[in-house]
């Protein structure tokens, strides 16, 4: 795979895929900018190099029609802001109009095209939408690390119509700190798991058993594995179809020799809303009536005993309703304990990435991963069709 700093970047017109699909707010501003602000060390590498640099993003799911709704604008703004330049969002991301104002960008000029999803033809990666996109670009660089597990036309179908493919620096960064965590790691290595479903986590938890020392399960996905136990869990959440799976993970990581931990306490309630009565109560006394909406603090002890003793760490899934405030304490103990060690710490999707910052533990962890769905794969052991695509590009150009 080739990289930045293998290229000749001035002069070229540089076709960057990042993945601006951030988070907004009712006003539509941009209310998690980590994804933005990841992409700027290759951003500025281009620019300072002389490039014109082309952004190219979705943004949420618009299924191939123009909404306002889903503008790339917002993004376009906080960029701007970032860079303390002004950085234009032209309307469309292929066309005359599109191909005109790429052709005007001077060296060290940068543009935003709107949404690549106002095209259906972006998710069906149809090649002749992949070429008109490859149209715009002398240099075609995947900083979109976040949708490369998505074969899309602007991520995989474009690298075969280009003539040089390149790795931007987050994307890089991405896969390194994955192989250290997953390849060879320090040991003892620990994987903590949360969330609402063991279906969803179903394939990492193959994947990572007999990988790891540690499995430590919390979120609404422990309820399955305590009633998997014979513990009774009131009327939390339980997918009553995962029982089994439950008890059949439970074995294969008994038979590992991979140590798994439930929690032993949790924080219960009726309804999951901020001032209701809300109890703290040792797993094996849940009330019938009651919904488990996060891990207690013995729990969170018994975790943090463990993990101390761990030299490589990798988190994904939230340990409870940590949006609500009550029920988030757990999630957000075991955010500041993560950052607060001295092991390799690598956190990923976006929950358990947003807790971590809400705790101020961003600049603590190691690692925080831009990646939710692509981040996932990652762990489930399965290859990205945007990475694959930048290695299948780099063997074509020898
Ligand atoms: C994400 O946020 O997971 C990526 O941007 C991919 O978006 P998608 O799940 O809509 O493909
Ligand atoms: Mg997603």
Request: net charge neutral.
């Amino acid at each position: 795979m080739k990289t930045l700093d293998d290229l000749d970047l001035k002069g070229k017109r540089v076709f960057m895929r990042v993945d601006f699909n951030v988070p907004l707010d009712k006003e539509r501003r941009v209310r998690d900018d980590l994804r933005i602000r990841a992409v700027l060390p290759s951003v500025h590498k281009v620019l300072d190099s002389g490039g014109r640099l082309v952004l190219a993003s979705h943004l949420g799911r618009p299924k191939g029609k123009v909404a306002d709704e889903f503008s790339l604008k917002p993004a376009a703004g906080r960029l701007s802001e970032l860079l303390g330049k002004p950085v234009v969002l032209v309307p469309d991301c292929v066309g005359p109009e599109v191909e005109k104002r790429v052709s005007l960008l001077k060296e060290g000029e940068a543009l935003l095209l709107e949404n690549l999803r106002f095209h259906a033809e972006e998710e069906k990666n149809d090649p002749d939408f992949s070429r008109r996109l490859a149209e715009l670009a002398d240099i075609y660089v995947n900083e979109a690390f976040a949708a490369s597990h998505r074969a899309h036309a602007s991520v995989q179908g474009i690298t075969r119509f280009v003539p040089v493919c390149a790795a931007g620096y987050q994307l890089q960064q991405e896969i390194e700190y994955f192989k250290k965590v997953m390849v060879n790691p320090q040991r003892p290595l620990a994987i903590i798991v949360g969330g609402a479903k063991v279906s969803t986590k179903l394939g990492l938890l193959e994947n990572l058993i007999p990988k790891v020392d540690y499995l430590i399960i919390g979120g609404a996905m422990a309820n399955t594995f305590l009633k998997a136990g014979g513990k009774e869990v009131g009327k939390s959440l339980v997918e009553s179809d995962y029982i089994e799976t439950a008890q059949r993970l439970t074995d294969l990581a008994n038979k590992r020799g991979v140590k798994v931990l439930l929690p032993v306490d949790a924080v219960v309630s009726e309804v999951a809303e901020g001032g209701a009565d809300v109890q703290k109560v040792s797993i094996d006394r849940v009330p019938g009536e009651a919904q488990i909406f996060d891990i207690g603090p013995q729990s969170v002890q018994v975790f943090e005993s463990v993990l101390k003793e761990c030299k490589t760490i990798v988190w994904n899934g939230p340990m409870g309703v940590f949006e609500t405030a009550p029920f988030g304490k757990g999630t957000f103990a075991l955010a500041e304990f993560l950052g607060s060690i001295g092991a390799l710490t690598v956190i990923g999707g976006g929950d358990s990435a947003a807790a971590v910052r809400q705790a101020g533990a961003e600049d603590k962890v190691s690692y925080i991963s831009t990646g939710g769905g692509a981040f996932l794969e990652l762990l489930e052991g399965k290859d990205l069709p945007g990475v694959s695509a930048l290695e299948e590009c780099g063997k074509r150009q020898r």
